[in-house]
């Protein structure tokens, strides 16, 4: 998709070493005039972007998201001085596996829904993602693309569109006795929970959070209103992410349902990505379990 949006001239890609792991190096090949290298430096790498974006070009700037936050200070400076350019962190969560907590974005979501401005957003799916990428390159101010490791099924036509503050509810009905929200790969793990549940006759509202800020707030307060319960799993910290986003926007509305949240509250070791998500308590089974234990109460 990057590639793609490449055929706007005044696109430009940077990257800092890890191209052919976010396959930024895709861009590099569809245009190598406009694809720059930074090497291992983040810090370099936005500053550049930043240079790029004042001299009238629209950067796309990627890394690992967990890397992403050494550049912290540079990304927040770029949305004090007005600066549109598009990031993406990829590698997200306990999700990646083996690699071990250094590589896993576990605060990007919370750093990057802090700076000014910012849009924050988080597909499930491959057409999601491409979807979102496009999204970019005519959203003003920073903009942030949390991408996920693993490849997962497609859920979304072609043709489907991705509105900025929108979301999409992928299972519903007149019967849901409970909402489950994810973004990423807890949305799959929502969806697998899902169909547990109603194996055992609960039936299950699914909400996909792509758009984390800004946030679907009708959508919200209408599951909230007509099921009564809400699970909201995330493979990020619990500071600053997606619990606390959905729980600011309740806030707002005045809506406040039963509600559990599901996050990575101890520090992940390696191993293979099933292990690690039901390790964080974020698996299907936590989801579903957490679902039960609300309709319990």
Do not use: W
């Not at 706007?8 to 396959?23: C, F, I, K, M, Q």
């Not at 992403?68 to 969560?93: K, N, P």
């Not at 390696?270 to 998500?277: A, C, F, P, Q, R």
């Amino acid at each position: 998709a990057l590639a793609a949006v490449g055929a706007r001239p005044n696109v430009v890609a940077l990257d800092a070493e890890v191209g052919n792991s976010t396959h930024a190096e895709d861009f590099a090949k569809a245009h190598p005039e406009r694809y720059f290298q930074t090497y291992i430096a983040e810090q370099q790498m936005i500053a550049d972007a930043v240079g790029m974006a004042v001299r009238g070009y629209r950067p796309y700037a990627t890394t690992f998201a967990a890397f992403l936050t050494r550049a912290h200070d540079f990304i927040r400076m770029a949305a004090v001085s007005q600066i549109t350019m598009a990031l993406c962190g990829t590698h997200c969560g306990v999700e990646i596996g083996a690699d071990g907590p250094s590589q896993m974005g576990l605060e990007d979501l919370a750093m990057m829904r802090a700076v000014h401005g910012s849009t924050v957003l988080y597909p499930s799916d491959a057409t999601s993602a491409a979807a979102l990428t496009a999204t970019m390159a005519d959203l003003d101010g920073i903009s942030y693309l949390r991408t996920t490791r693993g490849a997962y099924p497609v859920l979304y036509g072609s043709d489907e569109a991705f509105p900025v503050g929108g979301s999409k509810t992928l299972r519903h009905s007149e019967r849901d006795q409970v909402t489950l929200i994810g973004a990423g790969v807890t949305l799959h793990a929502c969806r697998t929970a899902a169909e547990h549940l109603a194996a055992d006759g609960v039936e299950a509202r699914v909400i996909d959070l792509y758009s984390v800020k800004p946030l679907d707030a009708d959508a919200l307060a209408r599951a909230a209103r007509e099921t009564g319960a809400l699970v909201v799993v995330e493979d990020h910290h619990p500071e600053g992410g997606i619990g606390e986003a959905v729980l600011s926007s309740l806030a707002a509305t005045g809506d406040h349902p039963a509600f559990a949240h599901l996050a990575v509250t101890d520090l992940p070791g390696s191993g293979t990505t099933d292990e690690l998500l039901d390790a964080a308590g974020i698996s299907h089974a936590h989801v579903a379990r957490a679902a039960r234990a609300l309709l319990r109460s």
